[in-house]
């Protein structure tokens, strides 16, 4: 067999036969170089006609249809995914911010020492530390006033703290047990008022306690309102005594029911907040 040759091209046909029985039998001959030219004009004219029905019909919608929805479904889910991420990264922000906070007046409550140089710690008590209100009641006027015209100075400073709500208590102070202050039963939605004047250190939600409000007043003592349904005051805010920071509730894993936790703290330590709550009556003294 001889070797083939490209130039041999030019010299070949094609020969066409029909392929069923006649009486004659036809051939039809043909030039390779016109079969080539046919195929490349036929390619041409179907290009040439897909193109102009695509640019001049509705028909390229139909066949790009899906192509288009599977884009658009992917940039909506990444649309999505941006702003599940910036949502994310602020409350995460805000987490932190809040744990930080919370956590510098968790230890003010227990006198562990703290960066005094620090913003937070600025922001929370330098400029309103001086001066905070006693109180706003009239049983703290009548004692301010008998103080101040038949005691010595010594007691000038003296605070008195009031009951936040009125409940039974349901569960005493047990430090040795780690219950540091004493449960209020109350229904939920019940106002929780300030103990003593002072300044709000900390008003956020923690997981064990929940909605929660820490007061820092004079002489050293923290009072805590833990278990709120909702919150009533910001940080920062001076507060009276008898003035309502929130409403009571449940909220918080460390809770069994409806009720108010409420601590007292002096110097970093828990006390016995029915040693110093002046409005008890008989049965809960």
Request: proline share 4%.
């Amino acid at each position: 067999m001889a070797n083939f040759k490209f130039s041999d091209l030019k010299k070949s046909s094609v020969y066409i036969t029909p392929n069923f029985p006649v009486i004659e039998t036809k051939r039809y001959k043909f030039k390779i170089q016109t079969v080539i030219s046919l195929i490349v004009l036929y390619s041409l004219f179907v290009s040439v006609l897909v193109i102009t029905i695509l640019a001049l019909t509705p028909a390229k919608q139909f066949i790009f249809v899906f192509e288009n929805e599977k884009l658009i479904e992917q940039a909506e889910h990444i649309k999505m995914l941006e702003e599940r991420l910036v949502f994310l990264s602020n409350e995460l922000n805000h987490l932190a911010s809040k744990n930080k906070k919370l956590q510098y007046a968790m230890m003010l409550a227990t006198g562990d020492s703290i960066d005094t140089t620090s913003a937070i710690y600025d922001s929370l008590k330098h400029e309103t530390r001086q001066n905070l209100p006693y109180g706003g009641n009239i049983l703290h006027v009548f004692t301010m006033f008998w103080e101040k015209f038949f005691s010595d100075d010594s007691s000038q400073m003296k605070i008195y703290f009031i009951k936040p709500l009125s409940g039974f208590i349901t569960r005493e102070f047990e430090p040795e047990n780690g219950h540091m202050g004493i449960d209020f039963s109350v229904k939920t939605g019940t106002p929780v008022v300030a103990s003593a004047g002072g300044i709000i250190i900390f008003a956020g939600t923690t997981v064990d306690y929940g909605n929660s409000v820490i007061i820092e007043h004079n002489n050293g003592y923290i009072t805590k309102y833990l278990h709120c349904s909702s919150l009533l005051k910001k940080e920062r805010e001076v507060v009276e005594q008898g003035e309502i920071l929130a409403l009571s509730g449940n909220t918080g894993i460390k809770t069994t029911g409806p009720h108010l936790h409420f601590e007292i703290w002096k110097n970093g330590k828990p006390i016995e907040p029915k040693k110093i709550l002046i409005n008890l009556n008989s049965e809960e003294k």
